[in-house]
């Protein structure tokens, strides 16, 4: 058994409570001067995570893949690639983490495989009608000559979800599915095969001890039979874009939960209460629930909260929500604010216009955050969430108070969306630039070469963790002290109570002994009585608007 999450809640399964680190790999720390983080460079920076307190790492893939996505295009699901490291670099930093008490959650991308790996490679070889074709999602097309794609469904990313391949004999021929990018074939969940294939998968990394899966995509899998026509489509199609009254004929189909209902005994062999985490982009969140029923997942995004706008009454509605439906299925609210496909959230909560998910902001956008204000709010929803109960993720950079980097150069970005929506989308480039480390090393000590895959701002200087370290005021020490009062105080296992009759634009609760006042108002309100045990901003007697500040009696 595993000795991380030892200074976990008492009573508690690890998982109901954590706080989780996302590690986006790629960027995080690069130790071998090659511009691109890599698992060394996890390790290497292990001390640092230990002094935050968090009880958790997700790595994004560091999988072998030719890198259109990032990694989330997977060319062999059980080796690492070269450009993150090797097997032994991975039980070596799963061992440091462990033997610092912090749990190590890797990604799972069941959905597709990258058009490299062997079992599509095998289906383009093997025909039309073979049995290595009905792993994945071929079929012929429509119009006279099969030149029209089989339906109307749009790739996430943008432009149509289906590809024409050609044939051995050099004419076009079937096409097949890819529900993101071109080189993302979509699986065929149907196939018992593909399922069999990913329950070894799944024992190749808990056996080398990893902790659990962040399930990518954990609301796609299985399309509707016959694969009908999307009703909304064409048109772009978000990832967050199935509703009750805009169904996807691609998402939330209820026979993947046939799906988590296999992968939970999988992990429920091992003992050390491995977990699956969905992305699951549902809602309303009564039906986000159900990927958390007790013989499904562990836990599920919280994708309603997220993208919650700033204001005070829809962030107690999406709270209370929230407590409600995954209470009803026992399952643990899993809070979140930002991750590597979305604007960081000090440049989103200042946001002045609509901006869809995975579109991004850049130097074209209507209007640019104010900054000032973003880090103020970013730091205020922060200390918020960090007092809710459950469990929350943290997105690396979050703790420095990273804004989105906007400018970065047109032929510099990376994400496919960004080509495949012909420049209309920036897509989410700007929320995985690499970290900065230190103020003065080359790329602020990411990497020893200053080699960096996007190009880092200038003022990443002043963000830089070294900087942040020794200043009680910075945002990196409003995270730390934020995670050691919600361990000493154990808020995240208590109930949440409202305080009610507060003034407009207050949100305030009660979490055992702590209780939490946040003005998201425009005015300053008065500071209720009580010793201070944390604070986002500055304050005095009064309560800044966008601040949020933790008390006891
Ligand atoms: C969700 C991942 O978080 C995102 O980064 C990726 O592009 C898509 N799934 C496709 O795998």
Request: negative net charge.
């Amino acid at each position: 058994m595993s000795d991380a999450g030892k200074d976990l809640i008492p009573g508690t399964e690890w998982w109901r409570t954590a706080v989780i680190y996302q590690i986006y790999p790629r960027s995080f720390a690069d130790a071998n001067g090659d511009g691109v983080g890599d698992l060394r460079g996890v390790t290497s920076r292990l001390p640092e995570l230990e002094a935050l307190g968090v009880d958790a790492i997700w790595l994004s893939p560091f999988y072998v893949s030719p890198q259109h996505d990032a990694g989330y295009d997977v060319a062999d699901f059980t080796d690492v690639d070269p450009l993150f490291g090797t097997l032994d670099d991975f039980d070596h930093m799963l061992a440091e983490a462990h033997g610092r008490g912090i749990r190590v959650i890797v990604d799972m991308v069941p959905n597709h495989t990258s058009a490299d790996h062997e079992w599509f490679q095998a289906a383009l070889a093997a025909g039309p009608g073979s049995e290595e074709r009905d792993h994945f999602v071929f079929r012929e097309g429509t119009g006279e000559d099969g030149s029209e794609p089989p339906n109307n469904w749009q790739s996430v990313f943008g432009g149509p979800a289906w590809t024409r391949v050609t044939e051995a004999d050099g004419n076009p021929g079937q096409w097949y599915l890819h529900l993101f990018d071109t080189s993302q074939p979509d699986l065929n969940w149907e196939h018992e095969w593909v399922a069999q294939q990913f329950d070894d998968i799944l024992r190749f990394w808990l056996d080398r001890g990893a902790d659990g899966f962040r399930v990518d995509v954990a609301h796609g899998l299985i399309k509707a039979s016959g694969l009908p026509d999307h009703a909304t489509a064409p048109g772009p199609v978000a990832s967050g874009g199935d509703t009750l009254d805009n169904p996807a004929p691609f998402w939330a189909q209820e026979p993947v939960h046939d799906v988590w209902r296999r992968w939970r005994k999988v992990v429920d062999e091992y003992d050390g209460e491995r977990v699956l985490c969905a992305e699951a982009w549902v809602y309303p969140l009564a039906r986000m629930a159900k990927w958390v029923r007790p013989d499904e997942m562990h836990q599920s995004f919280n994708f309603a909260y997220l993208e919650t706008a700033w204001d005070a009454d829809a962030l107690k509605q999406v709270i209370t929500e929230s407590l409600h439906e995954f209470s009803a299925v026992g399952a643990p609210s899993t809070w979140v604010l930002s991750n590597h496909d979305v604007v960081r959230h000090v440049s989103r909560l200042a946001l002045t216009f609509d901006n869809p998910q995975g579109h991004g902001i850049g130097p074209n956008s209507p209007a640019m955050p104010d900054l000032d204000i973003g880090l103020k709010r970013a730091r205020a929803a922060t200390a918020m969430m960090l007092a809710l109960p459950g469990s929350a993720y943290l997105y690396q950079g979050e703790e420095l108070g990273l804004p989105e980097v906007i400018d970065i150069p047109d032929n510099a970005r990376q994400d496919p969306t960004w080509a495949r929506t012909n420049g209309e989308r920036y897509g989410r480039d700007g929320c995985r630039v690499p970290l900065p480390w230190s103020p003065s090393e080359p790329a602020y000590g990411f990497s020893p070469t200053g080699a960096s895959w996007l190009p880092q701002p200038e003022i990443w200087a002043d963000f830089a963790r070294e900087v942040q370290a020794g200043d009680p005021n910075s945002t990196l020490s409003l995270y730390t002290a934020a995670l050691k009062a919600r361990r000493e105080f154990g808020t995240a296992a208590c109930d949440l109570e409202w305080i009610a009759d507060v003034p407009a634009g207050v949100v305030a609760f009660r979490v055992g002994e702590v209780t939490v006042y946040a003005n998201l108002g425009d005015a300053p309100v008065p500071l209720p009585a009580g010793k201070i045990l944390l604070a986002s901003s500055p304050h005095d007697s009064e309560l800044q608007p966008d601040t949020a500040v933790w008390l006891t009696h």
